[in-house]
């Protein structure tokens, strides 16, 4: 539910760095009294699921580039607190980067660990927690996604300043179709708006994907980023206030994952009825389709859409981009 790219917008990184680095202050004075209380040395051990998590999930180049500067400082200011933060029900594209990632970072990652499903077979995360432990987080994450799809029958939400997001994983040759409307707000407003596109995550062979050489001065690609590294609050006339400066000589190569536009991004309401289309896939990946409120910081949305992949509909997982306020 982080969105990386909206708290960089937003100008709101400090206002997180801030959360993040009492929380562990925080963590730590608790976990010392409870060492002291039980006689014995206790961590924390860290599990995340990533279900759902698509490439723009997982990715905003500004954010990273704090993000790691915030992790050093933290090293500093507090001992490591944990037994070890352990990754689970990861999508295929966060563990083709996870490796690459360790390699790159400049903190310490050697006691994060990328688990094959849901981490039940893992032996190393079993020595520190129990199977029903993880059952209980599986039934969590399941009733949470019950009750979003019951409240999802009629429509979805997409909360202001946010995106929401439906990731199907595809084969070469593969069709993806959707039809979709948004519906109507109150009726003193005027129609409500989104903007909606289609984009897609190929897989890059390992062998493709070694990290080149990096370029003096890059050049922007067209037609290959689907979300630009905007750094300023947009407000709803499309304007930018700008807030973080970026360096541009600074390019991170994720492991050749990048996102390409299938359907360009347009601005779609209520007054344009019904919006359909179909995707065929090139190659093998991923197809997300995005409908985006990142615009408009006041006023919420709501769409109602069906996806079909092949000839059934496809089960993969709505993911909403998660409120930063």
Same mark, same amino acid.
């Given at each position: 539910?982080?969105?990386?790219?909206?708290?960089?917008?937003?100008?709101?990184?400090?206002?997180?760095?801030?959360?993040?680095?009492?929380?562990?202050?925080?963590?730590?004075?608790?976990?010392?009294?409870?060492?002291?209380?039980?006689?014995?040395?206790?961590?924390?051990?860290?599990?995340?699921?990533?279900?759902?998590? =698509?490439?723009?999930?997982?990715?905003?180049?500004?954010? @990273?580039?704090?993000?790691?500067?915030?992790?050093?400082?933290?090293?500093?200011?507090?001992? @490591?607190?944990?037994?070890?933060?352990?990754?689970?029900?990861?999508?295929?594209?966060?563990?083709?980067?996870? &490796?690459?990632?360790?390699?790159?970072?400049?903190?310490?990652? @050697?006691?994060? *660990?990328?688990?094959?499903?849901?981490?039940?077979?893992?032996?190393? #995360?079993?020595?520190?927690?129990?199977? %029903?432990?993880?059952?209980?987080?599986?039934?969590?994450?399941?009733?949470?996604?019950? $009750?979003?799809?019951?409240?999802?029958?009629? *429509?979805?939400?997409?909360?202001?300043?946010?995106?929401? $997001?439906?990731?199907? %994983?595809?084969?070469?040759?593969?069709?993806?179709?959707?039809?979709?409307?948004?519906?109507?707000?109150?009726?003193?407003? &005027?129609? &409500?708006?989104?903007?909606?596109?289609? /984009?897609?995550?190929?897989?890059?062979?390992?062998?493709?994907?070694?990290?080149?050489?990096? &370029?003096?001065?890059?050049?922007?690609?067209?037609? =290959? =980023?689907?979300?630009?590294?905007?750094?300023?609050?947009?407000?709803?006339?499309?304007?930018?206030?700008? #807030?973080?400066?970026?360096?541009?000589?600074?390019?991170?190569?994720?492991?050749? #994952?990048? $996102?390409?536009?299938?359907?360009?991004?347009?601005?779609?309401?209520?007054?344009?009825? %019904?919006?359909?289309?179909?995707?065929?896939?090139?190659?093998?990946?991923?197809?997300?389709?995005?409908?985006?409120?990142? *615009?408009?910081?006041?006023?919420?949305?709501?769409?109602? *859409? $069906?996806? /079909?992949?092949? @000839?059934?509909?496809?089960?993969?997982?709505?993911?909403?981009?998660?409120?930063?306020?």
């Amino acid at each position: 539910e982080l969105n990386k790219h909206q708290i960089i917008a937003r100008g709101l990184f400090d206002r997180y760095e801030l959360v993040v680095l009492h929380g562990w202050l925080f963590r730590a004075v608790e976990l010392d009294r409870m060492s002291r209380q039980q006689g014995r040395l206790c961590r924390v051990v860290n599990v995340i699921d990533a279900s759902g998590c =698509t490439l723009s999930k997982v990715i905003c180049r500004d954010f @990273d580039r704090r993000a790691e500067k915030m992790m050093q400082r933290l090293e500093k200011l507090v001992p @490591d607190l944990t037994a070890g933060n352990w990754v689970i029900n990861a999508p295929w594209i966060m563990q083709k980067i996870f &490796p690459w990632a360790k390699k790159t970072l400049k903190i310490k990652v @050697d006691n994060w *660990f990328l688990c094959q499903g849901n981490g039940e077979q893992d032996e190393d #995360l079993l020595s520190l927690v129990t199977v %029903e432990t993880l059952r209980e987080l599986g039934a969590f994450r399941q009733k949470a996604k019950e $009750e979003n799809d019951q409240r999802s029958a009629d *429509f979805h939400y997409i909360k202001r300043g946010s995106v929401l $997001e439906h990731a199907v %994983e595809v084969q070469r040759g593969q069709r993806v179709s959707w039809k979709f409307i948004v519906l109507p707000g109150g009726p003193m407003l &005027p129609p &409500p708006e989104v903007d909606f596109g289609v /984009v897609a995550v190929w897989d890059v062979p390992d062998d493709s994907a070694a990290m080149p050489s990096r &370029p003096s001065a890059p050049a922007p690609v067209r037609g =290959t =980023t689907a979300r630009q590294e905007r750094t300023g609050m947009v407000v709803e006339d499309g304007s930018a206030v700008d #807030l973080v400066s970026s360096e541009a000589d600074e390019v991170d190569d994720y492991q050749g #994952l990048q $996102e390409e536009v299938l359907r360009a991004f347009k601005r779609w309401g209520t007054v344009d009825l %019904e919006n359909s289309g179909t995707v065929t896939a090139q190659k093998s990946g991923m197809v997300v389709l995005r409908w985006s409120n990142e *615009f408009n910081l006041i006023r919420a949305k709501r769409v109602q *859409f $069906e996806v /079909v992949s092949g @000839d059934a509909k496809a089960p993969e997982e709505t993911v909403s981009g998660g409120d930063t306020t």
